[in-house]
């Protein structure tokens, strides 16, 4: 992923939880997060616990993103310091001592306190001075720490949608009930693996209604208007297919494909997997001769570990898994007359 695709992908996750840009350079964002991005991003599972029993006003907290580190911290490093000469102290007034100020009879003001969610529930009025008040900061590049939680805040969360098409307002009918077919989209992630390694994504999208399978479903759906809210006047037409049927037919119409997929990286794999085993075989063979009985049952348990790590990483195998999926209820051209006396 490239700077631009980061970032497009931080604003479309901070726009869907509701937070705020507060600041946007040339850079970095500094954003007011909302309550839920405060929860998914900030470990404050003990403060959100707390709010969440006492029914105090949340407050979240502020975040930088950062995406071009040299640019950040050329336009926010602190000015050099420079030095300033130190006046000599001023003669004692008042009481005599050095350095205190003139007895004047007036109390002390004291400083004003400053309004905190533990002053407001447990009367701590206390305020110590640290170095929390800044605003936290993070890069988010490709493999950052950072960018892993949010992949896997989303990922959490993207596991299964449920969206329909929104109808376009030409076709509105007040009169007539728009007909919605049914489809459940999988996407998944086919994974060759040996000591090299290949991923494929394959969006499979199946009417519930005829068992139609279509290919690159979301690359085709992503075009349409979708909504969470089911549109006015619409019906959904009978499905035909239960899902555990239709994951079925999904899983065999994967498997028939990949089973055509040209195999010479497989046969590579296992020419390379062999010439390893020849070679650790030939090292402990003639390590477990020369060795000291005494030593001889720690190389035998070495060269059993070796072959096992040379065979899980050489032995070429296809690995298939779910990504996330969905029902789409997509407009399908259909009228129904709507039936008065309903």
Same mark, same amino acid.
């Given at each position: ?13 901070? +726009?869907?939880?509701?937070? !705020? ?44 993103? /950062? ?49 905190? /969610? ?49 109808? +376009? ?25 040996? +000591? ?52 079925? !037919? ?12 040209? !195999? ?79």
């Amino acid at each position: 992923m490239n700077r631009e695709m980061i970032e497009s992908f931080v604003h479309r996750y901070l +726009d869907a939880t509701g937070s !705020q840009v507060t600041e946007k350079n040339d850079g970095w964002i500094t954003v007011q997060l909302s309550p839920e991005a405060d929860k998914d991003l900030m470990n404050r599972s003990y403060y959100w616990g707390f709010v969440e029993r006492t029914g105090a006003a949340p407050e979240p907290m502020q975040f930088t993103f /950062i995406f071009d580190p040299e640019t950040y911290s050329a336009k926010t490093a602190p000015p050099p310091r420079q030095a300033v000469p130190v006046p000599p102290p001023a003669p004692a007034a008042g009481n005599g001592v050095p350095g205190s100020a003139p007895a004047t009879g007036e109390p002390a003001t004291a400083a004003p306190q400053s309004d905190s /969610i533990l002053g407001r529930y447990f009367g701590v009025t206390t305020v110590i001075s640290s170095g929390y008040g800044r605003i936290p900061s993070d890069v988010m590049a490709f493999g950052s720490r950072r960018m892993e939680q949010l992949f896997g805040v989303v990922k959490a969360r993207g596991q299964f949608v449920r969206l329909f098409e929104s109808p +376009d307002p030409t076709v509105l009918n007040p009169y007539a009930s728009l007909g919605y077919s049914t489809w459940l989209c999988v996407n998944y992630k086919v994974e060759l693996i040996c +000591d090299m390694k290949r991923d494929e994504l394959h969006s499979l999208g199946i009417n519930m209604a005829t068992g139609q399978i279509v290919e690159g479903f979301y690359d085709r759906v992503k075009k349409r208007r979708l909504t969470p809210q089911i549109p006015p006047t619409i019906h959904l037409q009978h499905a035909a297919l239960s899902v555990d049927r239709a994951v079925a !037919q999904l899983e065999n119409f994967l498997g028939d494909k990949v089973s055509t997929y040209d !195999q010479t990286w497989s046969v590579e794999a296992w020419k390379r997997l062999k010439e390893e085993w020849s070679r650790i075989d030939s090292y402990y063979g003639e390590l477990l001769r020369s060795v000291e009985p005494s030593q001889k049952s720690e190389v035998e348990e070495q060269y059993k570990a070796r072959e096992q790590e040379i065979d899980w990483q050489y032995r070429p195998r296809i690995a298939v898994s779910v990504t996330n999926c969905g029902f789409f209820h997509l407009y399908e051209g259909m009228r129904t007359p709507i039936d008065p006396s309903r």
